[in-house]
């Protein structure tokens, strides 16, 4: 049973530009999170998605932004890409209900 | 929101030695996760423990939900334990909140 899986694992981007990153949840899920995490500090909230709408955002501009499809997969665009926005990037997901998250490996963004 | 603060910040231990982790939250909770991230980012669910005690192996943990604490245990220490641990608690907004976490090495 493949858990959650991120593409692409490594990615380097020029100040300006966009980028798209992609999610399958683990089977059976169907709550997708995404999450920012800066070196040396906790991963942060950035939206999730449930039943292909965003249900809930933390405090990230519009420059972040989100999809979820049918199948529950999922994907993250960063817009006008900033050096700050440098960091790993992991997806979670959990099954309906209360259970618990399952992360991804993430996506380590670096913006040049 | 939430606020989580984790301790010790820094852990040094030798290969067998025991360990306590410790998370205190600001608020109630609805649920909460502790996590090992490995060196290479990957975070890994160790125990989805809202409240009451759990064991996995070598590993366990206690969350008292009405104190607002949970405590991670390590016993006989090996150096696949080192990464970082953070505790994530779950509120009524049912994103995770992350503390900064407790950086574990283990030397042979």
């Known amino acids: 049973d493949a858990g959650v899986t991120q593409s692409p694992t490594h990615l380097i981007k020029t100040r300006g530009q966009q980028v798209t990153l992609r999610c399958s949840p683990k089977?059976?899920?169907?709550?997708v999170s995404w999450y920012q995490q800066a070196l040396g500090q906790g991963p942060q909230f950035i939206f999730q998605y449930y039943e292909e709408e965003e249900r809930q955002r933390g405090n990230f501009p519009d420059r972040f932004s989100g999809h979820q499809f049918p199948n529950y997969s999922s994907e993250l665009n960063v817009n006008a890409l900033l050096l700050g926005d440098s960091a790993l990037y992991l997806c979670a997901s959990r099954p309906e209900g209360l259970g618990g998250y399952t992360f991804g490996s993430g996506t380590r963004l670096t913006v040049v | 929101g939430i606020q989580v603060e984790q301790s010790p910040p820094d852990l040094i231990l030798q290969e067998g030695a025991n360990s306590t982790l410790r998370c205190n939250f600001s608020d109630s909770v609805n649920n909460l996760q502790w996590f090992h991230q490995n060196p290479w980012g990957q975070l890994i669910n160790l125990f989805y423990i809202p409240s009451g005690t759990k064991q996995n192996g070598r590993l366990s943990a206690t969350t008292v939900a009405t104190e607002r604490y949970s405590l991670l245990y390590i016993s006989s220490s090996q150096t696949t334990d080192s990464g970082v641990y953070f505790c994530a608690p779950r509120g009524g907004t049912d994103k995770l909140i992350f503390g900064t976490g407790t950086r574990l090495q283990v030397f042979p």
């Open positions: 089977s059976g899920h169907d709550t």
